[in-house]
Structure formats: structure tokens, C-alpha cells
């Protein structure tokens, strides 16, 4: 099915949407480390990654303004770079979930680690954790982990429903 002009514009709207957020959580990222001083861990690293990833998605899909089935392929890439998002964020939620006694050790910074190890020990060494990652720092009640856990999950839920919902007699945005 081909979109109507009205749809694809609408299309285009939300993609755009979808990658300003992105783009407004990454600047908050950086304002709390250059500005507040809190220094990222190396998940808290691997998560902008992510946002960045899924933000480039949206903005491709704006600048594209996809046509029949390519709103789809758009859908499925929110899906897998907000997935990705969800787990590594949600793995970061668990590392300060555990009890103090059963934190990882502290490991080197991810620098060191990508300068040092192959790129998959490298992943593999941030996803098991360090203590750094552990510490909790609450913005607005919650660590912050939490807060970009459900920034995913909203962002990735909206970008597949904007792309990949029918458009036949749907009124949206």
C-alpha cells in the first residue's frame, strides 16, 4: 500500500520527532558529565551509543521519507537499536540492583579497554559490569540507568508504531 502524501508527511513528522528526542537525552548525557561532573561508566557509554544509533535511525527515515513497505524496514531498525538500548540499560539497572557484597570489581575505563583488547572482549568486559557501574546517582528520584530504561522503551514503542502502523482511515499526531 502507498502512502498518501498526508501520511507520509505525517510519517516524516514523527520520524523527526523521534530523532530530536534522541538528540535532546544525548545533550542531557552531556550536560551532566561536562556540567553536573558525573563521570559515565563504560554501560553508561555503551547506552548513548545506542541512543545515538537509534536517533540516526529516525533521522535517516526523516530524510528518506519512506514509501510503502521502506516504513517497515525503518520499524524493524527502531526495534533492534531500541532492543539493543533496553538490554544494555536494563543490565545496567540490574548491576545496581545487587547487593553491595556480590558488585563486580572495578575494571578499567573503557579507553583503556578499547585500546588494549579486541572490540568483542572489549563489549564483553563492559556488558559483565564494574563497580563504577553500580553506583547509583538519582535524577528526579530514579538512577538514572532507570530513567534512559524507559526512554527506550517509549522512543522504540513510538518509532515502531509511527512506522509500522496501518494507514488506512488513521487519524495520528
Not at 530514579?142 to 487519524?171: C, D, H, Q, Y
Request: with cysteine.
Amino acid at each position: 500500500m502507498t502512502l498518501s502524501w498526508i501520511d507520509r508527511r505525517r510519517l516524516r513528522i514523527a520520524n523527526l520527532l523521534g530523532f530530536l528526542v534522541c538528540a535532546a537525552l544525548i545533550a542531557g548525557a552531556y550536560y551532566m558529565e561536562f556540567v553536573v561532573g558525573l563521570e559515565p561508566c563504560p554501560l553508561c557509554m555503551l547506552q548513548r551509543v545506542a541512543l545515538a544509533g537509534l536517533g540516526l535511525v529516525f533521522l535517516l527515515a526523516f530524510l528518506h521519507g519512506p514509501r510503502a513497505w521502506g516504513r517497515h524496514v525503518y520499524g524493524v531498525l527502531v526495534l533492534l537499536t531500541a532492543g539493543v538500548g533496553t538490554a544494555v540499560a536494563g543490565r545496567h539497572v540490574w548491576l545496581q540492583s545487587l547487593p553491595p557484597e556480590e558488585v563486580p570489581a572495578c575494571g578499567p575505563g573503557l579507553d583503556y579497554m578499547l585500546d588494549t583488547f579486541p572490540l568483542t572482549q572489549t563489549l564483553r568486559m563492559v556488558l559483565e559490569g564494574s563497580g563504577e557501574c553500580a553506583e547509583v546517582h538519582l535524577a528526579f528520584g530514579l538512577s538514572i540507568p532507570i530513567w534512559t530504561l524507559g526512554a527506550f522503551i517509549v522512543i522504540g514503542l513510538f518509532g515502531i508504531w509511527a512506522n509500522m502502523k496501518p494507514r488506512e482511515r488513521a487519524i495520528w499526531l
